[in-house]
């Protein structure tokens, strides 16, 4: 719990974005809740602009050509790519919706992956998200959501598995 004086200090800082320093209620009855799938299509043109985030220059994220002559049957997803699917898919906030999380109040704590099968453009992703676990820490100063994303694409095969931890900070 937030000692007054704390709260007091911050009473009314936030309001221009649209929260206050309240603390954040949640129910950890969510627990094992299961969102609806989703379906995304793989673009080569958001792999491109991936590699490029992350800086990676070889020309198989961008080019078919060479994507084909490296061994792929098309342009491959380079490593934590699925994440961003997850967002392109307007998945990342579905929990902060659902439990009414003022989104400023929250960061990204951890994201954690397991592979099973390279993901390639062209490919659509199926998605099954859940919350997994609720935790908190430091008396409810940070509270923890952890979601599970299983990923797979249009065969059957399971290409990814997603734990991802968002941190709600009552200070």
Not at 5 to 31: C, E, K, Q, T
Not at 143 to 157: K, P, R, S
Request: proline share 5%; hydrophobic share 45%.
């Amino acid at each position: 719990m937030v000692p007054a004086a704390s709260n007091a200090r911050l009473a009314g800082r936030f309001d221009w974005i649209g929260w206050s320093s309240r603390h954040v209620m949640w129910n950890p009855d969510y627990i094992g809740k299961e969102y609806a799938p989703f379906s995304i299509i793989v673009d080569a043109a958001r792999i491109a602009a991936f590699a490029d985030a992350i800086g990676e220059t070889s020309p198989v994220y961008r080019e078919e050509v060479a994507a084909r002559a490296a061994g792929y049957p098309a342009i491959p997803a380079p490593l934590t790519f699925c994440f961003s699917l997850m967002m392109d898919a307007e998945q990342s906030f579905l929990v902060h919706g659902d439990m009414d999380i003022p989104i400023p109040k929250t960061v990204h704590g951890e994201q954690w992956f397991n592979y099973h099968a390279a993901m390639f453009a062209g490919d659509t992703i199926t998605g099954r998200q859940k919350i997994a676990d609720m935790f908190e820490k430091k008396g409810g100063a940070l509270q923890f959501i952890v979601t599970e994303t299983q990923m797979d694409n249009q065969h059957g095969a399971r290409v990814c598995d997603l734990k991802t931890s968002i941190v709600i900070l009552n200070s």
